[in-house]
């Protein structure tokens, strides 16, 4: 077997190391014309956390922004206090948290789209925010555009917000495609509404995608390579007509510990096959 020097790093747990390397052995035999890679956005390509203190999602970038009231940032954290820990409760199932989520994404929608946000003013909130992507993420985007990979975002954040992320970062490339939660603007560029289908953490999988042709396009792109952090992710390739290799990377951000040991002792989380640092740095610990 090849050593992957990446995976030796302290930071990584595989529960099965010989079937994940074969899956990277078989990814490189079919080769870059055969690859295809989905990424969540939020906490994936996105930073968790630096120096101690929480990085801001889509949404939380337009939460603590100057055009949201000080009313409305209270609810707003109000609604992320109360849901969030449900997000990643690793007691509760799917099917609980699934209308939960629906829930939170409803209100939060609603309550910024209360605001009168601008379309104008996205770029500049970007721009004041605290948002970093990833260590590596040049790299990443680089190498896909230079071999012409094709990178899907798959994302319950906000579409516009991650869009307007990735451009003033100079990697919103050709080969990228992006699917989320987009905002509605009326005639003088105020959010009124957003589009739907609302995607949240839990149906991030073919339920949302009904109508896109994109992984029917790609249908010779049979090897995967699947980046998230929740395990709503690993719906993400449900899609995909055809699988041959897939290679799925989770980032444990949060609850590390609990996390990482369900992920070596259970057979309900069998698919999670490699996890990589938290985007905090070398530790793989949970910042807040
Ligand atoms: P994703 O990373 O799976 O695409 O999910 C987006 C994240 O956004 C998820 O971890 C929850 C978070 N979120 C907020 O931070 N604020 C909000 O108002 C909502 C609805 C979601
Ligand atoms: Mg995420």
Redesign the pocket.
């Known amino acids: 077997m090849p050593k992957v020097p990446e995976l030796e790093k302290a930071t990584v747990r595989i529960q099965q190391p010989e079937r994940v390397l074969g899956t990277i052995r078989a990814i490189k035999e079919q080769g870059i014309n055969k690859l295809q890679v989905i990424s969540?956005?939020?906490?994936?390509l996105s930073r968790f956390g630096c120096n101690g203190r929480r990085c801001?999602?889509?949404?939380?970038i337009l939460?603590n922004s100057r055009v949201i009231s000080e009313d409305g940032k209270k609810k707003?954290r109000d609604?992320?206090h109360y849901?969030?820990p449900i997000?990643?409760d690793p007691n509760r199932t799917l099917e609980e948290k699934r209308p939960l989520?629906v829930e939170?994404?409803t209100?939060?929608?609603e309550l910024?789209s209360q605001q009168k946000i601008q379309k104008g003013d996205i770029a500049q909130i970007v721009r004041e925010s605290d948002v970093m992507l990833r260590d590596g993420f040049n790299e990443l985007f680089d190498q896909l555009h230079k071999y012409n990979i094709p990178l899907f975002i798959?994302?319950?954040?906000v579409g516009d917000i991650l869009e307007e992320i990735i451009r003033q970062a100079n990697v919103f490339y050709s080969n990228v495609n992006v699917v989320?939660n987009y905002m509605d603007f009326d005639d003088n560029g105020v959010l009124t509404r957003f589009k739907g289908p609302l995607?949240?953490?839990y149906n991030?999988n073919n339920s949302v995608l009904q109508g896109t042709e994109y992984f029917q396009q790609l249908s010779t792109r049979t090897s995967i390579i699947l980046l998230?952090?929740?395990m709503?992710?690993l719906t993400m390739a449900d899609g995909v007509p055809s699988v041959e290799n897939i290679l799925k990377i989770g980032f444990l951000n949060d609850k590390v510990g609990v996390r990482s040991s369900r992920l070596a002792s259970a057979p309900a989380f069998p698919r999670c096959e490699a996890s990589g640092d938290s985007g905090e740095g070398q530790a793989a610990v949970p910042v807040i």
């Open positions: 969540d956005f939020d906490m994936t801001p999602t889509s949404h939380n939460d707003l609604l992320l849901y969030y997000e990643i989520m939170w994404w209100r939060a929608h910024l798959f994302s319950a954040g989320s995607i949240h953490t991030k998230g952090d929740s709503g992710d």
